[in-house]
């Protein structure tokens, strides 16, 4: 049988280790603001989903340039622009 102490005595320890908790979460957050090159703005436009998107288009911009296709090949030579893509390509690029 647990008498009303007890259970008060849970109900404090719960509360202390939330707030230590609390505490260890801010002290990580102020030791990442004192780093040197610390920047919430460029932390902020790293979001995950906009890492992902330029991996992918890094993926497929490469895949494109890497591809050995005839036509591609001849609009380099005709506009002497080693980056020029032909049509397929260019959408795949664009991600069409
Ligand atoms: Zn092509």
Known sequence: MSSPGEAF???EFT???K???KRITQEGVDKLRAK?????TTFRSE??????QSLNQN????SAYETECDLCG???KQNDDPTAL?????KEVLGF
């Open 15 to 17: 509360i202390v280790s």
């Open 86 to 90: 032909c049509e397929v390509h260019l």
């Open 74 to 76: 001849e609009l380099r």
């Open 59 to 62: 993926k497929r911009t490469q």
């Open 19 to 21: 707030r230590e908790k």
């Open 9 to 11: 005595q849970e109900q």
């Open 47 to 52: 979001r995950p989903e906009d890492t992902l």
């Open 36 to 40: 040197p090159g610390w920047d919430p």
